[in-house]
Protein backbone atom coordinates (compact mmCIF):
# COMPACT_ATOMS: atom_id res chain seq x y z
CA UNK A 1 0.00 0.00 0.00
CA UNK A 2 1.85 3.05 -1.02
CA UNK A 3 1.31 6.39 0.98
CA UNK A 4 0.28 9.68 -0.42
CA UNK A 5 2.49 11.34 -3.29
CA UNK A 6 2.90 14.73 -4.43
CA UNK A 7 4.14 16.33 -7.89
CA UNK A 8 6.13 18.01 -8.34
CA UNK A 9 8.00 18.01 -4.93
CA UNK A 10 9.79 21.46 -5.78
CA UNK A 11 8.25 23.99 -7.49
CA UNK A 12 9.74 27.59 -8.76
CA UNK A 13 8.05 30.27 -10.52
CA UNK A 14 8.33 33.70 -11.16
CA UNK A 15 5.56 35.92 -10.10
CA UNK A 16 2.07 36.18 -12.25
CA UNK A 17 2.91 32.58 -13.77
CA UNK A 18 -0.03 29.94 -13.00
CA UNK A 19 0.98 26.43 -11.06
CA UNK A 20 -0.42 23.53 -10.78
CA UNK A 21 0.07 20.67 -8.16
CA UNK A 22 -0.88 17.17 -8.08
CA UNK A 23 -2.15 14.63 -5.61
CA UNK A 24 -2.39 11.01 -5.63
CA UNK A 25 -4.36 10.03 -2.49
CA UNK A 26 -3.79 6.35 -0.93
CA UNK A 27 -6.22 3.96 -2.70
CA UNK A 28 -9.68 3.45 -1.12
CA UNK A 29 -9.41 7.10 0.66
CA UNK A 30 -12.44 8.59 -0.25
CA UNK A 31 -11.18 11.80 1.52
CA UNK A 32 -8.77 14.27 0.19
CA UNK A 33 -7.41 17.18 1.91
CA UNK A 34 -5.31 20.18 1.08
CA UNK A 35 -3.19 22.59 3.65
CA UNK A 36 -0.38 25.04 2.89
CA UNK A 37 2.45 25.13 6.05
CA UNK A 38 4.88 28.39 5.97
CA UNK A 39 8.06 28.64 7.66
CA UNK A 40 8.31 27.92 11.21
CA UNK A 41 3.83 27.50 11.32
CA UNK A 42 1.59 24.35 11.55
CA UNK A 43 -0.14 23.13 8.79
CA UNK A 44 -3.60 25.46 7.46
CA UNK A 45 -6.38 23.77 6.06
CA UNK A 46 -7.12 25.79 2.60
CA UNK A 47 -10.37 22.89 1.17
CA UNK A 48 -11.13 18.99 0.92
CA UNK A 49 -13.07 16.68 -1.24
CA UNK A 50 -14.81 13.54 -0.33
CA UNK A 51 -14.40 11.96 -3.82
CA UNK A 52 -15.20 14.25 -5.97
CA UNK A 53 -17.45 16.32 -4.15
CA UNK A 54 -15.64 19.66 -2.72
CA UNK A 55 -17.20 19.72 0.44
CA UNK A 56 -15.32 22.72 2.54
CA UNK A 57 -13.41 25.89 1.40
CA UNK A 58 -11.23 28.19 3.92
CA UNK A 59 -11.17 31.57 3.90
CA UNK A 60 -7.47 31.38 2.73
CA UNK A 61 -8.18 29.62 -0.38
CA UNK A 62 -8.46 32.99 -2.44
CA UNK A 63 -9.73 33.33 -5.95
CA UNK A 64 -6.90 32.67 -7.18
CA UNK A 65 -7.27 28.98 -5.67
CA UNK A 66 -8.73 26.10 -7.50
CA UNK A 67 -8.88 22.32 -6.80
CA UNK A 68 -10.23 19.51 -8.52
CA UNK A 69 -10.91 16.25 -8.06
CA UNK A 70 -12.65 15.17 -11.64
CA UNK A 71 -12.60 11.14 -10.74
CA UNK A 72 -12.83 11.04 -7.07
CA UNK A 73 -9.29 9.59 -6.97
CA UNK A 74 -6.12 11.87 -7.52
CA UNK A 75 -6.43 16.37 -7.06
CA UNK A 76 -4.95 18.86 -8.82
CA UNK A 77 -4.22 22.25 -6.89
CA UNK A 78 -3.87 25.58 -9.35
CA UNK A 79 -2.82 28.57 -8.14
CA UNK A 80 -2.90 31.04 -11.00
CA UNK A 81 -0.76 34.80 -11.20
CA UNK A 82 1.67 33.70 -8.35
CA UNK A 83 2.34 36.11 -5.44
CA UNK A 84 5.29 36.32 -3.46
CA UNK A 85 3.24 35.41 -0.31
CA UNK A 86 1.85 32.18 -2.46
CA UNK A 87 5.66 30.57 -1.52
CA UNK A 88 5.19 27.89 1.17
CA UNK A 89 4.49 24.20 0.97
CA UNK A 90 1.69 22.57 0.06
CA UNK A 91 0.55 19.07 1.88
CA UNK A 92 -2.13 16.91 0.70
CA UNK A 93 -3.98 14.39 2.69
CA UNK A 94 -6.31 11.23 2.42
CA UNK A 95 -8.27 9.58 4.42
CA UNK A 96 -10.63 6.36 5.02
CA UNK A 97 -14.35 6.42 4.67
CA UNK A 98 -15.00 6.51 8.71
CA UNK A 99 -11.64 6.69 9.94
CA UNK A 100 -10.78 10.10 10.94
CA UNK A 101 -6.79 10.00 10.82
CA UNK A 102 -5.57 12.36 7.17
CA UNK A 103 -1.99 10.73 6.16
CA UNK A 104 -0.28 13.24 4.38
CA UNK A 105 1.88 13.41 1.82
CA UNK A 106 5.48 14.40 1.16
CA UNK A 107 4.71 17.82 -0.50
CA UNK A 108 5.43 20.56 -2.95
CA UNK A 109 7.22 23.16 -1.80
CA UNK A 110 6.64 25.74 -4.31
CA UNK A 111 8.57 29.35 -4.18
CA UNK A 112 8.04 32.50 -5.95
CA UNK A 113 10.34 34.60 -7.27
CA UNK B 1 -13.56 29.40 16.39
CA UNK B 2 -11.09 26.62 17.02
CA UNK B 3 -7.79 27.05 18.75
CA UNK B 4 -4.78 25.03 19.28
CA UNK B 5 -2.36 26.59 22.13
CA UNK B 6 1.28 24.68 21.94
CA UNK B 7 3.56 26.72 25.06
CA UNK B 8 6.52 24.80 23.99
CA UNK B 9 8.67 26.09 21.47
CA UNK B 10 11.27 23.59 22.01
CA UNK B 11 12.21 20.98 24.20
CA UNK B 12 16.06 19.40 24.86
CA UNK B 13 15.20 15.76 26.42
CA UNK B 14 17.79 13.18 27.68
CA UNK B 15 17.61 10.04 25.42
CA UNK B 16 15.60 7.54 27.73
CA UNK B 17 13.76 9.97 29.48
CA UNK B 18 9.92 10.37 28.86
CA UNK B 19 8.43 13.54 27.49
CA UNK B 20 5.14 15.63 27.69
CA UNK B 21 4.82 17.88 25.33
CA UNK B 22 1.74 20.28 26.08
CA UNK B 23 -1.19 20.87 23.94
CA UNK B 24 -4.38 23.26 24.91
CA UNK B 25 -7.49 23.63 22.75
CA UNK B 26 -10.24 25.74 22.69
CA UNK B 27 -13.70 24.91 20.40
CA UNK B 28 -17.49 25.43 20.49
CA UNK B 29 -17.89 21.73 19.46
CA UNK B 30 -19.33 18.97 21.19
CA UNK B 31 -17.49 16.65 19.56
CA UNK B 32 -14.44 16.94 18.33
CA UNK B 33 -11.14 14.55 17.58
CA UNK B 34 -7.36 15.73 18.67
CA UNK B 35 -4.41 14.30 16.87
CA UNK B 36 -0.26 14.56 17.23
CA UNK B 37 1.52 14.29 14.25
CA UNK B 38 5.24 14.30 13.74
CA UNK B 39 7.00 16.10 11.09
CA UNK B 40 10.93 14.91 10.71
CA UNK B 41 13.10 17.79 8.91
CA UNK B 42 12.59 15.49 5.73
CA UNK B 43 9.06 17.67 6.13
CA UNK B 44 6.46 14.60 5.72
CA UNK B 45 3.75 14.74 8.79
CA UNK B 46 3.09 11.31 10.14
CA UNK B 47 0.41 10.59 12.31
CA UNK B 48 0.61 9.44 15.57
CA UNK B 49 -2.05 8.78 17.76
CA UNK B 50 -6.10 9.97 17.75
CA UNK B 51 -8.61 11.00 20.67
CA UNK B 52 -12.21 11.22 20.24
CA UNK B 53 -13.92 13.74 22.27
CA UNK B 54 -16.37 11.15 23.78
CA UNK B 55 -13.80 8.29 23.86
CA UNK B 56 -13.77 6.86 27.68
CA UNK B 57 -10.19 6.20 27.91
CA UNK B 58 -6.87 7.97 26.78
CA UNK B 59 -5.50 6.65 23.39
CA UNK B 60 -2.43 5.09 23.56
CA UNK B 61 -0.34 3.67 20.25
CA UNK B 62 3.09 1.50 21.63
CA UNK B 63 5.18 4.62 23.00
CA UNK B 64 3.03 7.37 22.33
CA UNK B 65 0.02 7.88 25.00
CA UNK B 66 -2.45 10.79 24.96
CA UNK B 67 -3.14 12.41 28.16
CA UNK B 68 -6.59 13.52 28.01
CA UNK B 69 -8.57 15.83 30.27
CA UNK B 70 -11.42 16.95 28.63
CA UNK B 71 -12.51 19.35 32.16
CA UNK B 72 -8.81 21.55 31.35
CA UNK B 73 -9.01 21.15 27.67
CA UNK B 74 -5.68 19.44 27.42
CA UNK B 75 -4.20 17.29 25.17
CA UNK B 76 -0.81 16.28 26.13
CA UNK B 77 1.53 13.94 24.37
CA UNK B 78 3.63 11.83 26.54
CA UNK B 79 6.21 9.93 24.68
CA UNK B 80 8.05 7.12 26.78
CA UNK B 81 11.36 5.80 26.78
CA UNK B 82 12.05 8.47 24.46
CA UNK B 83 15.00 7.78 21.10
CA UNK B 84 17.49 9.77 19.18
CA UNK B 85 14.88 9.34 16.07
CA UNK B 86 12.19 11.05 18.08
CA UNK B 87 13.98 14.64 17.43
CA UNK B 88 11.18 16.46 15.49
CA UNK B 89 8.72 19.28 15.54
CA UNK B 90 5.52 17.74 16.49
CA UNK B 91 1.92 19.03 16.57
CA UNK B 92 -1.19 19.24 17.76
CA UNK B 93 -4.57 19.11 15.57
CA UNK B 94 -8.37 19.37 16.38
CA UNK B 95 -11.31 18.67 13.81
CA UNK B 96 -14.54 19.66 15.10
CA UNK B 97 -18.06 19.59 13.86
CA UNK B 98 -18.25 23.67 12.80
CA UNK B 99 -15.43 26.52 13.07
CA UNK B 100 -12.86 25.55 10.91
CA UNK B 101 -15.10 22.86 8.86
CA UNK B 102 -16.05 19.46 10.13
CA UNK B 103 -13.33 17.52 8.70
CA UNK B 104 -10.21 20.20 8.17
CA UNK B 105 -7.58 20.24 11.00
CA UNK B 106 -6.75 22.77 12.68
CA UNK B 107 -3.00 22.57 14.16
CA UNK B 108 -0.76 24.57 16.38
CA UNK B 109 2.37 26.40 16.31
CA UNK B 110 4.26 23.04 17.42
CA UNK B 111 7.16 22.22 19.59
CA UNK B 112 10.75 21.64 18.64
CA UNK B 113 11.98 18.22 20.17
CA UNK B 114 15.35 17.63 20.36
CA UNK B 115 16.53 14.04 21.81
CA UNK B 116 20.05 14.80 23.35
CA UNK B 117 22.10 11.19 23.55
Known amino acids: DTGVSQDPRHKITKRGQNVTFRCDPI?????LYWYRQTLGQGPEFLTY????????KSRLLSDRFSAERPKGSFSTLEIQRTEQGDSAMYLC???????????FGPGTRLTVT | AQKITQTQPGMFVQEKEAVTLDCTYDTSDPSYGLFWYKQPSSGEMIFLIY??????QNATEGRYSLNFQKARKSANLVISASQLGDSAMYFC??????????????FGKGTHLIIQP
Open chain 2, 93 to 106: AMRGVSGGGADGLT
Open chain 1, 93 to 103: ASSFPGKYEQY
Open chain 1, 27 to 31: SEHNR
Open chain 2, 51 to 56: QGSYDQ
Open chain 1, 49 to 56: FQNEAQLE
